[in-house]
């Protein structure tokens, strides 16, 4: 894997730290996850499959657990030796918290100079918002995302996954692969910041570019395309249908397949200008003949005319899908606890190579404790005596492994 021998010290909770850490771990870096005795919130949140939280599952696989009690100067000297032999740590606690746990930057990177210190706030280490605590809906809002996401009758609505934790996720792990990179040249580690607000802004594309250019803000774009027309949902016979004609050329051979030729030399529907003018009145006119006929007729029309065109599943299609079974996209590892279990894997192949990217299993708490400080030196004895003082914790599963 191409991060085999990156050791990472995670130190995040939540979402957005933990996506960006299982994306390295997904990628073949050696990522020892550190909680606190009583586990990482994100433990507590629904649903729940036999008492283990789902969202848990979700964010935590390749990755190995250690527990430890933040509030004891015992664990964290523990914490600051686990990163000097790090390459990389990432942390996601609120402002000032790091630097008054002994754990700031400046710390860790005077005693090793190659760590490259790795940080996801809610709105930025610095400014005006940098203290306000970092939620994903929160950030939905504030980034504008929300703005242009709904429509008139809905009003803003949140996207469906907390896109916010996550896309900061991407971004920072996306800084550390290009801190690694750099490291080769220089030898010395670098700090890596961004936040959910950041993340967001920096994916709202032509919407931001309209106002920055134009001056234009954006309305709820609902199930339409913000620039295109007609592009969006569409309904069929039997329920709504992507299509997303997005060239001319494609406008045309829409047209073939609708057996609506008039319309391509309507002047009321002649360029793309004339139709977004007109987009309400064009689909009227498109829904008007495609409910003549199913989803599935008019998917196989539309492509084989070469027009996109797809189904809006629920999660049992996606998952049954032809084309989702092909692509290896859900993996099969074993759990300490659950036994079997069906995850999501790594979207990003190597080589053709499909699947395989889940290595280990979200760790139960405490399930590495010994484990990766026996790596570091530590004996039995003192581990033992480490977890009778309440210093550390270790699975009991894992207790001598």
């Known amino acids: 894997m191409p991060l085999t021998g990156v050791r990472v010290l995670d130190l995040t909770r939540a979402l957005a730290g933990p996506f960006c850490t299982m994306i390295l771990g997904d990628l073949g870096a050696d990522v020892i996850k550190v909680e606190p005795?009583?586990?990482?919130?994100?433990?507590?949140?629904?649903?729940?499959?036999?008492?283990?939280?789902?969202?848990?599952?979700?964010?935590?696989?390749?990755?190995?657990?250690?527990?430890?009690?933040?509030?004891?100067?015992?664990?964290?000297?523990?914490?600051?030796?686990?990163?000097?032999?790090?390459?990389?740590?990432?942390?996601?606690?609120?402002?000032?918290?790091?630097?008054?746990?002994?754990?700031?930057?400046?710390?860790?990177?005077a005693a090793n100079p190659r760590l490259i210190y790795a940080s996801v706030t809610g709105f930025g280490r610095t400014g005006p918002a940098s203290g306000r605590p970092g939620f994903d809906q929160i950030a939905q809002g504030y980034s504008g995302l929300m703005s242009v996401t709904g429509s008139a009758e809905s009003g803003p609505v949140r996207v469906g996954v907390a896109i916010g934790d996550q896309t900061a996720g991407m971004w920072c792990a996306i800084g550390v692969l290009a801190a690694i990179a750099q490291r080769h040249t220089t030898g010395r580690g670098r700090r890596v910041e961004t936040s959910l607000l950041a993340g967001l802004v920096g994916l709202m594309s032509v919407q931001a570019q309209r106002y920055l250019s134009l001056g234009e803000v954006p309305a709820l774009a609902g199930n339409t395309h913000p620039v295109i027309a007609p592009y969006g949902v569409f309904e069929t016979g039997d329920g709504p249908l992507n299509i997303a004609p997005a060239t001319a050329e494609m406008w045309k051979r829409l047209c073939d397949v609708l057996e609506l030729q008039q319309l391509v030399a309507d002047p009321r529907f002649a360029s793309n200008a004339a139709r977004m003018e007109r987009r309400v009145e064009l689909k009227a006119i498109i829904e008007a003949k495609l409910k003549e006929r199913s989803r599935r007729e008019w998917s196989e029309l539309l492509l084989a005319a070469d027009i996109p065109a797809g189904p809006i599943n629920n999660l049992a299609d996606v998952f049954a899908d032809?084309?989702?079974?092909?692509?290896?996209?859900?993996?099969?590892?074993?759990?300490?606890?659950?036994?079997?279990?069906?995850?999501?894997?790594?979207?990003?192949?190597?080589?053709?190579r499909l699947g395989g990217s889940i290595r280990r299993a979200p760790p139960v708490l405490g399930e590495h404790t010994f484990e990766v400080l026996r790596e570091h030196g530590y004996a039995q004895r003192d581990l033992e005596a480490l977890a009778r003082q309440g210093v550390i914790v270790q699975h009991a599963q894992g207790a001598s492994a």
Request: charged share 25%; net charge negative.
């Open 37 to 109: 005795v009583g586990g990482d919130m994100i433990r507590e949140w629904g649903p729940f499959d036999r008492g283990t939280s789902a969202y848990y599952l979700s964010g935590n696989r390749n990755k190995r657990g250690i527990a430890v009690n933040f509030r004891d100067p015992a664990a964290l000297d523990l914490l600051r030796e686990l990163a000097g032999s790090c390459d990389v740590v990432v942390e996601n606690f609120r402002a000032g918290a790091m630097e008054a746990m002994g754990l700031a930057c400046e710390t860790l990177t």
């Open 322 to 352: 032809e084309q989702v079974v092909h692509s290896r996209l859900v993996e099969e590892v074993q759990h300490p606890q659950l036994g079997a279990m069906r995850q999501v894997g790594s979207p990003v192949t190597f080589d053709g």
